[in-house]
């Protein structure tokens, strides 16, 4: 699904975010990204994201060489990647039901299917009975859930994840991972950003660590090893 | 105003219902150029469905602030009234110089010596000339008697031992050669006619009201296109302070694969709006102003012995007025929407 070969991100002033990176994640693989903050976990997220383009080397995700991709092919491309942010990034003059529905009033999908899908993607994240509600009326945990609706609405097969539980208490977090398990289990690509070792640890994926942009560490997964094998 | 936004968001979903997406009709085994045809069906409706929802939101945007918005549509329309008025009181005035028009007269004034047969032989050469409509004979005894009834002079011209009047043929052109240029070749041909003395024409001031109004005309053609530089320019800073105000929403849009099609037509249908409602009150401020200018009209065209009634804007120029809104709206829009929907990137 994801596939890094040599990739480097240099700023502007010769700041390396990232250098040298291999990386391989398989299809219907969750993994966690760690590090301290400034590691390169963000830069990595972004490269995948199309946010940031690669300095050098070849990133290939759902089977697209992102070398090959022109400016104006990029929405197409994140049309198919499911991004969930630390603070939300939610409207907040729309209701929750039109901040769901966004991707797919992009994409252009009919009336029907939007109600239909929206409504599915909130059941899933247990804010059904908030669809009229506003951003700002609901909890920091309810926000980041809605975040999560927005970013599966679509069904992508890759889900990208910066910190979603950077801001929420222990079982808050918990409940958040638990979601994007359930997202894993029908067979969409997970790749979660997260400094919280304990959380990401006791969950027992595949965790990438990163340090000083570089690649430091790749400590495959302790449960459902065999899954991800086959 | 949560309300309302609600209320516009369901208008939106009503209006983009029942239209499946393109790729939702794959009907299998049904392959071949209906199949083809069909997606394209579909592919346009899902295209004039988002333009549809493009509008009616951005429509709603503009009624969300109802003060800064009609402020900016106020401006516009005054600029956009302000050719437009002029153009309307010249054409007015256009109205009323076209009955001069067929005033333009050339008086043939005989010389002194030339008895009546002279006049009658003239009168019925110029008669002959396809290019004069009606030549009337002033005898001398007539211009003695008129000049003594409306002047004062009466008595001092019985002092007078022969009548000092010349015979006067007043000759006036068709409509075809009443236009400037025509009637001054006329009158130099009639100059060089026999018996006559002095032949002039009473069509100076016509011709200086001619080039004023070309002035006028000349006026309003500048006037428009300052003003319509200044509308672009009022539609661009709008929809720049728009894009601004919405930042964020652009970058979560882009993040969520927006294209720049798609980020960019609410602004654009702003622009439209904006211009469009501009030139609509733009049309009710020069119909207003009309209104309030008929009276005075009146009485002068009372004190003028005419009827002279105060044309509105016609049915062309109205067309024209909310076409020249509308374009300039879009066009202002798009200069802003190029210039700095670009810089949004997430990051």
Redesign the interface.
Known sequence: MIQFNQVGKRYDGGREGLSQIDLHVNHAEMVFLTGHSGAGKSTLLKLIALIERATYGQIVVNNKNFSRITRRQIPYVRRNIGIIFQNHKLLNDRSIFDNVALPLVIAGYGHVEIQRRVRAALDKVGLLDKEKRFPIMLSGGEQQRVGIARAVVNKPPLLLADEPTGNLDPQLSAEIMNLFEQFNQVGVTVVIASHDIDLISRMGYRILSLSGGRLVGDQPAQKYADDIAS | M?NQ??NM?MTL??????????D?VHAPGKRGASASQQRLTVRLH?YW??HL?ALVFSLGRISHNPLSSFMTIAVIAIALAMPSGLHVLLKNFQGVSADWDSAAQISLFLKQESDVGTAKELYDHLMKMAEIDRVTIISKEQALAEFKRLSDFGNALKALDDNPFPTVLLVEPTSQYSAPAAVESLLIRLRNLPDIEVAQLDMEWVERWYALMEIGKRAVVILAILLSLAVLLIIGNTIRLAIQSRR??I??????????A?IRRPFLYSGFWHGLLGALLAWILVNLSLILLDGPVQRLSVLYDGNLKLQSLNAMASFMLIGAGMVLGYCGARIAVGRHLRDI???
């Open positions: 949560i936004h609600k968001l979903r009503r209006k983009s219902a029942n239209s499946p997406r393109a939702a899902v469905q988002a929802q964020d929403e970058e979560v849009q882009k993040l969520i694969g927006a294209s720049d798609f990137e997430p990051s």
